[in-house]
Nanobody, 117 residues
Framework: QVQVVESGGGLVQPGGSLRLSCVVS????????MGWYRQAPGTQRDMVAH???????NYTNSVKGRFTISRDNAKNMVYLQMNSLKPEDTAVYYC???????????WGKGTLVTVSS
């Protein structure tokens, strides 16, 4: 059974930094393309950053230059380094694993990031 678990959320002041982590268990991590998504209250869940099996990355425009996604296949981990945080970054952040073979998706339960003074 594949499990996806996020951690690292919390309260941070505007301009601060946080690093989110996501661990995948129960399968071969290197088979998965990974993504970070976020959902603020009353809004839809949107993609923030994505990293492929070969570590190609892409970002939504609003976080380019501030957020960095990375992965460590040896540790079954994907990270989201978030710098220069803004109040509008406040949301629940979710990690998604999508198999490159068949497209099955697995989601974590999310971690809350609050940017406020």
């Amino acid at each position: 059974q594949v499990q996806v678990v996020e951690s690292g959320g919390g309260l941070v002041q505007p301009g601060g930094s946080l690093r989110l982590s996501c661990v995948v268990s129960g399968s071969i991590f290197s088979f998965y393309n990974m993504g970070w998504y976020r959902q603020a209250p009353g809004t839809q869940r949107d993609m923030v950053a994505h990293i492929t099996r070969s570590s190609s990355t892409n970002y939504t425009n609003s976080v380019k230059g501030r957020f960095t996604i990375s992965r460590d296949n040896a540790k079954n981990m994907v990270y989201l380094q978030m710098n220069s945080l803004k109040p509008e970054d406040t949301a629940v952040y979710y990690c998604k694993a999508r198999s490159a073979f068949g497209g099955v998706e697995y989601w974590g339960k999310g971690t809350l990031v609050t940017v406020s003074s």
